[in-house]
């Protein structure tokens, strides 16, 4: 199975980008809005892992419940490779750390690196590329405000990039 190893924003986060995705739904064509099966996300690294191992991956992943929350400051929302919505970070330093540590740990399970994509939430993936400057207008505007990522999860790996289902979830220090 294809679980990814993530970064859960805060409520208020989770509740204004899960209200973005679905604006953007209702005015174009997508492949997924934010919800329950499509859970809003900071992906850290994605790895495959048999059955018989997941339980080792949980309790690695618990260990690193011994970090700290991370602050972040949400930049701007832009297109990422045509088609992607994403709400980029001001200052990812910390959500860069955290993935230096969690990839390290995971090393031996061959880890799916991911390091060269910027940290980020996808809001959305539009079908048509000629959509994507409309989906861009109607959430261009996103608050620019403190949230905290405050949970790191295994879930499910989806279609897009997306995580489907939390298999475990462990609260950051405050």
């Not at 991956?57 to 618990?62: D, E, G, W, Y």
């Not at 994509?117 to 400057?133: F, G, K, M, Y």
């Not at 295994?154 to 220090?173: R, W, Y």
Request: aromatic content about 8%; overall charge positive; hydrophobic content about 40%.
């Amino acid at each position: 199975m294809k679980v990814r190893i993530v970064l859960l924003p805060d409520k208020k986060l989770t509740e204004e980008t899960k209200k973005a995705s679905v604006l953007i739904a209702s005015k174009v064509l997508t492949h997924f809005k934010l919800d329950e099966s499509h859970i809003p996300h900071v992906t850290i690294t994605s790895l495959e892992v048999e059955d018989s191992f997941l339980k080792e991956i949980i309790k690695l992943v618990k260990n690193y419940s011994d970090f700290r929350q991370i602050k972040i400051k949400t930049n701007e929302v832009n297109i990422g490779k045509k088609t992607f919505i994403v709400l980029y970070f001001q200052e990812d330093s910390l959500i860069k750390k955290f993935r230096e540590k969690v990839i390290q740990s995971l090393d031996k399970y061959n880890t799916e690196d991911i390091i060269l994509q910027e940290p980020h939430i996808t809001l959305t993936r539009v079908i048509s590329e000629n959509d994507a400057l409309k989906a861009l207008a109607l959430v261009k505007d996103f608050q620019k405000e403190n949230y905290y990522l405050n949970n790191v999860a295994i879930c499910k790996d989806g279609p897009n990039g997306t995580c489907t289902e939390i298999k475990a979830q462990f609260t950051l220090k405050g």
